[in-house]
């Protein structure tokens, strides 16, 4: 096992470095990060100057990569292009913001999912299970950022109507978020409307796995088996087909959670949540590459390591399963 | 047992949802504090310094224009009034070019200490120092000496180098010196403004979220603020800022041209305001050798401006969607020079109105063949010119800009049905800009200078043969030389009959087609009272200090 953990990580950084180096090309050559500056009237050459000696931007791609890369490794991903700003102080907290969003839609999802999925497979062909199958297709075909719209002018909307406002529409927190308890409040009715949104398609994949998975495990013989035992229904469903059935289900809430880490981009754009995927999207119209190297390795890492994490568990969690 | 488990999680959910609606319920936007104007703005600042480039931006102007203040600023009119100053800055002699002002005698900061000119020197040090990155050091490289005494200070400028903006460049809010000394430029005001010279002071920045300034109770050299905050929200969709508007979430917006605006106006629970700003829209022709062969011809780019209708282009962005009140409220631009509501504005390219068949005779008087003979809608046939080839010409812009891509739209299909074709060459904002625009290598180029009130006195930077931001390469030595001599012309009056005098030769030569001030809009609810549009740079908080609220 250990050496199969070894083996990925070093598979995992000859990817981190071929995709920087792709990456930090594409994104060097389609932008100019003094762009905006060079498009306002009477910009200062001597200011222009500075910037593209000290960021090397006079510079081939390769040679530019070579600074990038060792300012990312000494100097904790380095500055930004334009006011030599350093990246990790803002990479921290965006990341805090966008973990907050992020863990609490998982959570929520997961438990409605389960719920959902092993009832309908319990219930296999019930009126709930045709109902959760119908709302499971319209969740993965519904687009994200029309939801958010839609919630955004439905809640608007409570909030006129009834002078009663559930949810805030836009942004982390209120002007006076307060403490304690009220701040805890606060941050639920700002954060209600991106959970939901992230729970629609969440909730519709997951439950579909868990249905299908229930279904086979309900049907197998060691399942049977415990039935001719006289073991409870609910000891055998809980028991025995439940646990065996979440197998397929931590796997893809691990690949999931590490692709939602790097940013839920239209969702917190349309929120205004200072999350990874805004950030992301903020730096790339700028064109500065520093940024944007700094989020892309951060995000890829995560998705690498929530990819170790999920065969692992797979691992653990189904004694079939042995790594060389 | 499967009865209680259902009611646990009933209770569960009955739990949470109470612990959300519950306080939710009484949650209203009252209960921010009384005296509070919350100011949503769909870009945030950087830093807090407006000097240096990563804080060259309206966001930053409108945050850091109520705390370091002017010694004069602009009014709604685009008029500098005086506010730190005591009076104008006077002009008290022409070559060389020297001014003098004085401060108020209770122009102070936040912290005790007097704005004096001291502080003005401070500043004027701080730009010209090669270490910053200044954004720009226009006008203020021309001086040759600042003297201060006390609170009165006298500029010198260069001999022969009369900078036309001087009372706009000594206007510039100084900075504290005793805030400056020894630290690192770059560096300074990035998180916070630790001083103000303004009706506001510095409180607090959550990144990504809110900023907020409370009264500065020390300011005695104007009226005081009547509200105790204002907090600038940041909400990057544009759609997204409008459901904050209606909801109560934030009480004050300047959007974009945006169709909600319509909808907005409708509503009596709220204001907008919409007028031209100094920001215009326009489409530049290449006259350099990667450009087509035919925009070099006189005729050909006549032809052009003569075959596109600029007012049904206006008519059909804001009129008829309803974003401004009016087409007279949004006036077709007819100079590149001054803008539609300043007092020296001339029409001077209004010589050029839309008439697709004389757009026709032109070329067919001049031996072009190929095309039609009358302007007719669904026309295919597109001219050819003696010695350039066919009138096909790239049109670059950028792509994702609503507006551009329909006034391309509309261009295009005015120009084909006299026989000349666009085809769209767009890119992302970086790409063009950063790429092809500098480069020359394009035909028409569509795109947004971002202009101020001093903007027409550095004409030539734009117009000029030589000129530092003449993407076009254009060049008419007379009008270049009277480019030139209005940016050092201190007098405004005779600056803008040189001005106007130039233009007047560069229409002429076709070398661009104006097309429209771009609108500027300001939205504030009914319970927030005194905001009035500006024009300039100085933005909607010019007069903050005069809101009231009425929660």
């Known amino acids: 096992m250990l050496i199969y953990i070894v083996r990925r990580l070093l598979y995992s950084v000859v990817v981190l470095i071929a995709a920087s180096f792709i990456i930090f090309s594409f994104v060097s050559l389609s932008n100019d990060p003094l762009a905006f500056l060079k498009m306002q009237p009477n910009a200062s050459e001597q200011t222009i100057e500075n910037i593209t000696k000290r960021k090397h931007l006079d510079q081939s791609i390769p040679v530019q990569y070579v600074y990038w890369a060792k300012d990312a490794i000494t100097n904790q991903f380095g500055t930004t292009t334009i006011g030599n700003r350093p990246i990790l102080p803002d990479l921290t907290r965006v990341m805090g913001h966008t973990l907050q969003l992020v863990i609490a839609a998982e959570i929520l999802a997961i438990l409605v999912a389960v719920i959902i999925g092993v009832y309908s497979a319990l219930r296999q062909y019930s009126m709930f299970d045709y109902t959760a199958t119908t709302f499971s297709f319209v969740g993965l075909a519904t687009p994200v950022f029309w939801l958010a719209l839609m919630l955004q002018v439905l809640f608007v909307n409570i909030y006129l109507w009834f002078d009663v406002r559930i949810f805030y529409t836009a942004s982390l927190s209120g002007v006076d978020p307060g403490s304690g308890l009220h701040f805890v409040l606060d941050r639920a009715q700002h954060l209600g409307l991106p959970i939901i949104v992230l729970m629609a398609a969440s909730v519709a994949t997951y439950s579909r796995y868990m249905r299908a998975s229930m279904l086979e495990v309900v049907n197998s013989d060691y399942v049977r088996t415990a039935r001719a035992k006289g073991v409870s229904e609910r000891g055998v469903t809980m028991r025995h087909a439940f646990r065996n059935a979440l197998i397929p289900l931590v796997t893809i809430v691990a690949l999931n959670f590490g692709g939602l880490l790097g940013g839920v981009v239209v969702t917190e754009t349309v929120f205004a949540l200072d999350g990874m995927g805004l950030y992301f999207v903020t730096q790339l119209q700028l064109g500065d590459p520093y940024p944007v190297m700094a989020w892309l390795m951060v995000t890829a890492t995560l998705v690498i390591v929530f990819n170790l994490i999920a065969d692992i568990a797979y691992g653990f969690l189904d004694p079939r399963v042995r790594y060389d | ?551």
């Open chain 2, 1 to 551: 047992m499967r009865k209680r488990s259902m009611l646990v999680v009933a209770g569960a959910v009955a739990l949470v949802a109470s612990l959300i609606v519950g306080p939710a319920a009484t949650a209203k936007s009252e209960r921010q504090a009384a005296g509070t104007v919350v100011i949503g703005h769909d870009q945030e600042p950087v830093t807090l310094n407006n000097l240096i480039t990563e804080g060259n931006a309206y966001t930053t102007s409108l945050v850091t224009n109520v705390v370091l203040a002017g010694g004069s600023i602009y009014n709604q009119n685009a008029k500098l009034v005086p506010y730190l100053f005591n009076g104008p800055a006077k002009l008290v002699k022409s070559n060389p070019l020297t001014v003098s002002f004085a401060y108020k005698a209770n122009a102070a900061w936040s912290d005790g200490r007097q704005v004096t000119g001291a502080d003005f020197l401070a500043t004027y040090r701080t730009i010209m120092n090669p270490n910053w990155d200044i954004t720009s050091r226009e006008g203020w490289e021309d001086i040759a000496s600042v003297k201060v005494k006390g609170k009165n200070v006298t500029v010198t400028f260069k001999k022969g180098k009369s900078y036309a903006a001087w009372d706009a460049l000594v206007a510039s809010s100084p900075y504290p010196a005793h805030k400056m000394a020894g630290k690192n430029f770059n560096d300074l005001y990035r998180e916070s403004l630790d001083v103000s010279s303004g009706p506001f002071k510095f409180s607090s920045w959550q990144k990504g979220t809110q900023l907020v300034l409370v009264k500065n109770t020390a300011f005695k050299a104007g009226k005081p603020a009547k509200v105790d905050r204002v907090v600038f929200r940041y909400i990057p969709s544009t759609p997204s800022l409008f459901q904050a508007l209606q909801s109560g979430e934030i009480q004050v917006t300047e959007p974009q041209p945006q169709l909600q605006i319509v909808d907005i106006r409708k509503n009596s629970k709220f204001n907008v305001q919409s007028g031209p700003g100094y920001f215009y829209e326009h489409m530049d022709i290449q006259f350099g050798p990667k450009g087509h062969p035919a925009l070099k011809q006189r005729y050909v780019r006549q032809a052009l401006i003569t075959g596109i209708n600029r007012a049904q282009i206006r008519q059909a962005l804001y009129v008829t969607p309803g974003l401004v009140a009016s087409a007279k409220s949004l006036p077709v631009l007819q100079s590149l020079i001054f803008k539609p509501f300043e007092e020296p504005y001339q029409p001077n390219w209004a010589k050029f109105g839309f008439n697709q068949q004389k757009a026709i005779n032109i070329l067919k008087g001049k031996g072009c063949t190929g095309g039609p003979a009358k302007p007719t809608a669904n026309n295919s046939d597109i001219w050819s010119c003696p010695g350039v080839g066919k009138l096909s010409f790239r049109f670059t812009t950028t792509s994702g800009n609503q507006l551009r891509a329909l006034t391309f739209e509309v261009a295009q299909k005015q120009l084909k049905s006299v026989g000349i074709e666009l085809v769209p060459r767009f890119g992302p904002a970086g790409t063009v800009f950063g790429q092809v625009l500098p480069s020359g290598d394009w035909d028409i180029f569509m795109f947004t200078w971002l202009g101020g009130p001093t903007s027409s006195a550095t004409s030539f930077g734009l117009y000029g043969c030589g000129g530092d931001q003449n993407y076009m390469n254009y060049c008419n030595k007379k009008a270049s030389d009277m480019y030139k001599t209005a940016q050092f012309t201190p007098d405004p009056v005779k600056r803008a009959q040189i001005l106007n005098q130039a233009e007047k030769i560069m229409v002429n030569d076709v070398p661009s087609v104006p097309m429209y001030v771009r609108p500027g809009f300001l939205i504030n609810s009914t319970g927030v009272k005194g905001p009035v549009l500006n024009p300039t740079q100085q933005g909607s908080t010019w007069n903050a200090e005069l809101w009231s609220t009425s929660n």
